[in-house]
């Protein structure tokens, strides 16, 4: 043994580290120490999340393993080798775990979007995205980062690394002036750049936050549908499945990044629950099943799935490809006919239907903290901005006009 592993182990003892964690630990270490063939004394803080790299996209390992292998790494070089634990901490960092995701399905999220063919991935770009994954960034957070650090680096025709934080506000000025972006689509910007100034450049972040601020978001009010209008447009499509897709995305309040992700097997017909395993900001929750949700959904696999091609299919919704979960743009398609055919004015995308779902919970008085869960907000706050005052509660409000008798008027 090692002195440098026998006083690793005797620090683990000392802290109170059960056996198991010391095992676990001093496992990941010496594969660590493997990986590069030399001591982890003399591997470097980069060094460390090229192996992470390694253990998420080659080993495949799930987010709770990778975590532990940080947490290993974080003492030794913390505890046993008394480093500095600030730039530990900020190259070395825990994983974003995914609420309720079996361990087989988190590689989908953690893979790097494809690269365009005949084009060679620059070492920045390689080091973006491995820093991205290592985080826990989902897929959609990963190919939205790229593009906007891809679109800086063509708006001045030069690396990232060698353009200051003065010519980022002049592209962030183009984008809000020019392409005329939203300020939830500029933020998006701002969080990519900041990304990668921060931790991929390792960059000041104090002088990085001045420069790059965030944009005010406008809070416009959305509209909703009607109950009687949800309906028309939830009975328009003729094809089973179209149908019940419109039905469980108000019916559960879903994003539509959730709705075509379900899977057979996150129906709870025996608990009437249906279960979302990949949330926004990888949540998992579960939802109350409708009777005639349940009703609809039984008749789609009966006329569309039972016996038929793909039958045997995970995904509750098919795509168009064998085995492929449908599309965000198919999903989107079947609103956008739906609306046009049941002749309901068009107020929105797919989206206010689970902004309708929310509005008419509140209308029948249910409280807000059950929508937040219903919805899946980590913040009440969040809740709360969402849902605007409903219509049968502003008929309930009086004016102070009627209130004051009208024997007291002239007194």
């Not at 998006?188 to 002088?207: C, K, M, N, P, Q």
């Not at 709870?268 to 979302?276: C, E, G, N, P, S």
Request: hydrophobic share 35%; with cysteine.
């Amino acid at each position: 043994m090692t002195p440098l592993r026998a006083k690793y182990i005797r620090d683990l003892v000392i802290h109170g580290r059960s056996k198991n964690t010391q095992e676990v630990y001093t496992r990941y270490v010496c594969d660590l120490a493997r990986y590069y063939h030399r001591s982890p004394e003399l591997i470097s803080y980069e060094e460390v999340t090229g192996w992470l790299y390694y253990l998420i996209t080659e080993r495949q390992l799930s987010a709770s393993s990778v975590n532990i292998a940080v947490s290993a790494v974080r003492f030794l070089y913390a505890v046993t080798l008394g480093r500095e634990t600030l730039d530990l901490m900020a190259s070395v960092s825990d994983m974003k775990r995914a609420t309720g995701r079996a361990d087989s399905e988190v590689e989908a999220i953690l893979t790097p979007p494809r690269q365009p063919r005949r084009r060679p991935m620059t070492p920045l770009r390689a080091k973006y995205i491995r820093d991205l994954v290592i985080r826990g960034r989902s897929k959609n957070t990963q190919e939205a980062y790229i593009r906007y650090v891809r679109d800086l680096a063509r708006y001045y025709r030069r690396s990232p690394e060698l353009i200051s934080y003065e010519e980022v506000t002049g592209w962030l000025y183009h984008l809000i002036k020019e392409r005329q972006l939203s300020a939830s689509s500029v933020n998006i910007a701002v969080s990519a750049v900041r990304f990668l100034y921060a931790v991929t450049l390792g960059r000041e972040t104090l002088d990085l936050m001045a420069s790059v601020p965030h944009m005010k978001r406008a809070t416009p009010r959305a509209e909703v549908y009607a109950r009687s209008e949800v309906e028309a447009i939830l009975i328009a499509p003729r094809q089973p499945r179209d149908r019940v897709f419109l039905m469980t995305v108000y019916g559960c309040g879903l994003r539509i990044s959730e709705a075509t992700q379900l899977k057979t097997s996150d129906i709870d017909r025996a608990r009437m629950q249906l279960r979302v395993r990949d949330g926004k900001g990888a949540k998992g929750r579960v939802l109350p099943l409708s009777e005639r949700l349940l009703k609809e959904l039984v008749n789609y696999w009966r006329a569309q799935r039972q016996g038929k091609a793909g039958h045997d299919s995970p995904w509750l919704f098919l795509g168009k490809k064998a085995g492929q979960p449908m599309g965000r743009y198919t999903g989107q398609n079947i609103y956008y006919t739906a609306l046009e055919k049941s002749g309901v004015r068009r107020k929105g995308g797919i989206h206010l239907l689970r902004h309708s779902f929310a509005t008419h919970l509140m209308e029948s008085g249910v409280e807000l903290p059950v929508v937040q869960h219903l919805l899946g907000h980590s913040s009440i706050k969040t809740t709360a901005l969402y849902l605007h005052v409903t219509a049968r509660r502003l008929a309930e409000v009086r004016s102070p006009l009627d209130l004051i008798s009208s024997g007291c008027i002239g007194q």
